[in-house]
T-cell receptor, first 112, second 118 residues
Framework: GENVEQHPSTLSVQEGDSAVIKCTYS??????FPWYKQELGKRPQLIID?????GEKKDQRIAVTLNKTAKHFSLHITETQPEDSAVYFC???????????FGPGTRLSVLP | EPEVTQTPSHQVTQMGQEVILRCVPI?????FYWYRQILGQKVEFLVS????????KSEIFDDQFSVERPDGSNFTLKIRSTKLEDSAMYFC????????????????FGPGTRLTVL
């Protein structure tokens, strides 16, 4: 089955700097890769996703890149703000809304 | 904006008791899911449900677990005989998809039910 690894487990950046979180997956059949942000005690919320026919996707300060050959994908947050502080989870799965496997999470702290 | 809702927000039960966690998915969604998250750990898939039957389930989803869509709006997770290790946050999620376009599979999570087994 699918296995998703995520690095780093914790990340501290100064406000205004960029943050990069990387994930690898094992199942070449996976073709949908969402990223979720989870604030303390709250539900995971989708922030961006990418499908296997796309190499890069950007939404304002957030971007995701995908390398299907190497089976890795990354989340990039630019101009970080204190409210970006949260745990970020990557996930891998298939188009048809089935079993997502989540990475272990990255705790991002943005220091003012 | 429509949201997935879950009740109760916190459920405390004794080991061996049955619990039912309730979810109301977004109304036009077709796929429904349960995930759990043990405190401080990652989100783990339990089961997906489509067209009134289980589509896929994980190893965690053993015979102690069952899901049901008793009416047109609710989606429930039942744990027959709770164990201490069932203590976790349980998230319901739903998504809609269009098979012809394969375009929409974003899963929207509910706020979760914190289950505490004593």
């Amino acid at each position: 089955g699918e296995n998703v690894e995520q690095h780093p487990s914790t990340l501290s950046v100064q406000e205004g700097d960029s943050a990069v979180i990387k994930c690898t997956y094992s199942d070449s059949a996976s073709n949908y890769f969402p990223w979720y942000k989870q604030e303390l005690g709250k539900r995971p919320q989708l922030i961006i996703d990418i499908r296997s026919n796309v190499g890069e996707k950007k939404d304002q300060r957030i971007a995701v890149t995908l390398n299907k050959t190497a089976k890795h994908f990354s989340l990039h947050i630019t101009e970080t703000q204190p409210e970006d502080s949260a745990v970020y989870f990557c996930a891998a799965g298939t188009y048809y809304g089935q079993n997502f496997v989540f990475g272990p999470g990255t705790r991002l702290s943005v220091l003012p | 904006e429509p949201e997935v809702t879950q009740t109760p927000s916190h459920q405390v039960t004794q080991m061996g008791q049955e619990v039912i966690l309730r979810c109301v998915p977004i109304s036009n969604h077709l796929y429904f899911y349960w995930y759990r998250q043990i405190l401080g750990q990652k989100v783990e898939f339990l089961v997906s449900f489509y067209n009134n039957e289980i589509s896929e389930k994980s190893e965690i989803f053993d015979d102690q677990f069952s899901v049901e869509r008793p009416d047109g709006s609710n989606f429930t997770l039942k744990i027959r005989s709770t164990k201490l290790e069932d203590s976790a946050m349980y998230f319901c999620a739903s998504s809609t998809q269009h098979p012809t376009s394969g375009n929409t599979d974003t899963q929207y999570f509910g706020p979760g039910t914190r289950l505490t087994v004593l």
